[in-house]
């Protein structure tokens, strides 16, 4: 039976569990490259899993699972004799002296020659027959691999490869909308092609340098590279311009009250912001699909503004220079007044990715900003599971992004906690200055008003700190 399905590319995951890595781990994180891979645009067809001491230097997984995967992409299952073998030297030496042979190829669990250890081999997956008989056209491997691994698994398989990194960071080079997020995107995806460029025919000769030319001695390769290094510096600057627009917004929120939406990707932050805030924000069941920071007032509006921000999730494994670029995401969060910790109940390895999502934010020193767990998406549990989760994370709000009563009494818990650090104090406004009373309006509660010959006298509720910044333009 033909599906609409069968029209979008096919894809095959590659896994090796390395010692330290239990089976649920292990599973876990092949189930969520799956996900990354159906949000890049392609089915999964097939899992191809090894345990293994190590990956293999050459091309990631055995000679007998090379060839299993070979097979479902149409590939040799042979790495080309040409093609370079790095060896770990000190290794192979310890092995020979041994006796056991090169470590690298040495099961944890199964004979590679055959490709039939315990880890059962290449796992079909989605599809019937009409499907399995069309070939995968890309590999996705769950590690970080090296440019040299990529290109003999390319030699071995005949398919595209991508790292987790590098479908990552294609994912998010999809769905950049604004344009700091594009040049942030741009950046890390330029730095994870660099080391991959390799040469094509003829393109290795040396070239005389010139004006407006080659340099001195200079391949097309080191060309490339040489563009991509000044590119790079280009785009750096552009985003240190927009950042610092950034950074002059968030200047003018000080003083105002404001909370961070945080979680691992696909938690439901955005589904809470859009419950939250009455916003037209981008809510979607699958990975990453907010890149953006997004910045609402909370509605119904109370005084002062609670301002609510939904961040780009985090995922395990990220890579370094994404972390990097969206510094001024961790910086929304660092700066916020409370953070929200949005997990995924319904997801079983919520625990690890909300131990991610802190141990992220707790390099940046967001650790102390006061923050709330929320256990989202409880609509899916028993109510055994629930009350499981009670005893276990008896501080924790459960709730339903998607249960408006769930979503009222959030709000009501968020302005009870900006309540109890409001302080009631009384402003002279005078009639020289009445065009600071949307000042105040806008950054504290007007309890009453009086009139005089002098001005006005407001009782108002505030923060210390806007009451401080009301006081100093009021004395100007």
Known sequence: MTTTNQERPLAVLVGVQLPGVDDVEHA??????????????????????????????????????????????GGSGVVPSGAPERKNKARARRAAESGEGDEDDVELGGDDGDGAGDDG????????????????????????????????????????????????????????????????????????????????????????GGIGGKGAGESALELDRRKIRDRIAELKEELAAVQR??????????????????????????????????????????????????????HPEVRPRILVSDTVGFIKKLPHDLVASFRSTLDEALEASLLLYVADASDPTFRDQLAVTR????????????????????????????DALRLEFPEATQLSAKIPDDVAALREAIIAFFEQSMVEAELLLPYAKQGLIGEIYENARVLSEEYDDVGGRLSVRAHAAALDRLRSLLAR
């Open 359 to 386: 141990g992220v934010l707790s390099e940046i020193g967001a650790s102390e900003v006061p923050s709330r767990l929320l256990l989202n998406k409880v609509d899916r549990l028993s109510e055994e599971e629930r």
């Open 28 to 73: 876990a994180d092949l189930a969520e490259l799956g996900r990354l891979v159906h949000t890049l645009g392609f089915d999964v067809i097939a899992t191809v899993s090894q345990r293994r001491s190590a990956l293999a230097a050459a091309a990631v997984l055995g000679e007998g699972k090379l060839r299993e995967l070979a097979e479902l992409t």
């Open 245 to 298: 627009e950034q950074s002059t917004r968030r200047a003018l929120r000080q003083g105002q009250r404001r909370v961070a939406l945080v979680g691992y990707t696909n938690a439901g932050k955005s589904s809470l912001m859009r419950a939250l805030t009455g916003s037209e924000v981008l809510v979607a069941d699958k990975l990453f699909a907010t890149l953006d920071t997004t910045v609402r007032a909370l």
């Open 121 to 208: 081999g290449a796992e079909p997956r989605a599809g019937g027959a009409g499907q399995a008989a069309r070939l995968a056209t890309v590999v996705a491997v769950d590690h970080d691999i090296s440019p040299s691994q990529a290109r003999n698994l390319e030699r071995a398989t005949g398919a595209q490869v991508l790292d987790r990194a590098g479908v990552i960071i294609e994912i998010f080079h999809r769905h950049a909308r604004s344009r700091e997020a594009k040049l942030e995107v741009e950046i890390a995806r330029l730095n994870y092609v660099a080391p991959r460029l390799r040469e094509t025919g003829g393109g290795g000769d040396r070239q005389r």
